[in-house]
């Protein structure tokens, strides 16, 4: 199947630094990006979805200023978490689809924010 | 916001047991996807099913689609240890395409 990939897995930052996120497709050119949140032992909430070349939609409630997306190209996402606090600490999945086929989306492996 | 309720949240079970989850959902859906994960780890796909179809096998998973309860289920027939992680169903919705709204998910357990 097709693979994504993200980096880093992990991450400790402080208080107050920004924190950027890669989400590439490895073997196919992904349109659309989602990126999602996940706190401990919970759901995944989507955040926001990306198009190529155009601004990120954004869920009702997320912060689009906190959370820079862009997508750049057909294979990179990336999720920019700025000033970030103890409450962004959180796993961030991502997840990608080709125009061929919406139904299916491949998550990437996830990151995991740990903000002191 | 989740659009689907999962039950039970924890499921513990042996090895050869079969282990069955329901979802639960509120809106019109285009189809309903399950989806495991292991712990700290990305999701895996397991199985769609679509709003016109009633059931779907993918090897030991069986997949039962109820428009008109609104709600799946999903059955791993003689488990195994390897099973245990978490599931999750997902629906993408009519005027949401492809946005995914993911249920609370079942923690299966399987221990040998």
């Known amino acids: 199947g097709a693979v994504v990939s993200q980096h880093p897995s992990w991450v400790i930052c402080k208080s107050g630094t920004s924190v950027k996120i890669e989400c590439r497709s490895l073997d196919f050119q992904a349109t659309t990006m989602f990126w999602y949140r996940q706190f401990p032992k919970q759901s995944l909430m989507l955040m926001a979805t990306?198009?190529?070349?155009?601004?990120?939609?954004?869920e009702q409630g997320v912060e689009k200023d906190k959370f820079l997306i862009n997508h750049a190209s057909l294979t990179l996402s990336t999720l920019t978490v700025t000033s970030a606090h103890p409450e962004d600490s959180s796993f961030y999945i991502c997840s990608a689809a080709s125009g061929v086929s919406y139904n299916e989306q491949f998550f990437g492996p996830g990151t995991r924010l740990t903000v002191l | 916001s989740q659009q689907g309720e999962e039950d039970p949240q924890a499921l513990s079970i042996q090895e050869g047991e079969n282990a069955t989850m329901n979802c639960s959902y509120k809106?019109?859906?285009?189809?309903l996807q399950w989806y495991r994960q292991n712990s700290g780890r990305g999701l895996v796909h397991l199985i769609l099913?679509?709003?016109?179809?009633r059931e779907k096998h993918s090897g030991r998973l069986r997949v039962t689609l109820d428009t008109s309860k609104k709600s799946s289920s999903l059955l791993i027939t003689a488990s195994r240890a390897a099973d245990t992680a978490s599931y999750f169903c997902a629906t993408d919705g009519g005027d949401s395409w492809g946005k995914l709204q993911f249920g609370a998910g079942t923690q299966v357990v399987v221990t040998p």
């Open positions: 099913i679509r709003s016109n179809e």
């Open positions: 990306s198009n190529e070349g155009s601004k990120a939609t954004y």
């Open positions: 809106t019109s859906i285009n189809n």
